[in-house]
């Protein structure tokens, strides 16, 4: 499937603390022109980002945090089997659980011989954290 023939994602969000005023009038624009609010916030991020530096840097950051995700979500589905492990390490990468190795420097050695882009290694017993931040290093 081509870029131009894939469904375009979206996520309901939340702003908090907006000046209501400036809401008022991004509204009205956007009606005005027949437009939807997140249209013209789209817009107006899409200037945003391009006036950064480093934008190259943040797309990558962005692509790492969306492939972790992803990652994550095909760890989440193996956990069953994994539980039978008391220690060792999983790896996941390129959409696929690869497998569970006995030791750090095996589970890297692996990654680096098997995963193309990114590599999600989990430490087992695998114990759910609250939160997990990607930040970005500046």
Known sequence: MNKFNQVKK???IAIKNMDEELYRMVKAYASLEGRTIASIFEEAIRYWIEKRRNYEEARLWASLEQAYEEDLKIFNKNIPQLKKYREGYAL???GDFIGV???YVEVARRSRE???LHALIIKLPYRKTKE???GLPW
Do not use: H
């Open 132 to 134: 997990i931040e990607l």
């Open 92 to 94: 996941i990468c390129d």
């Open 10 to 12: 979206t996520k309901t």
């Open 101 to 103: 190795f006995n030791n």
């Open 114 to 116: 098997t995963c193309k």
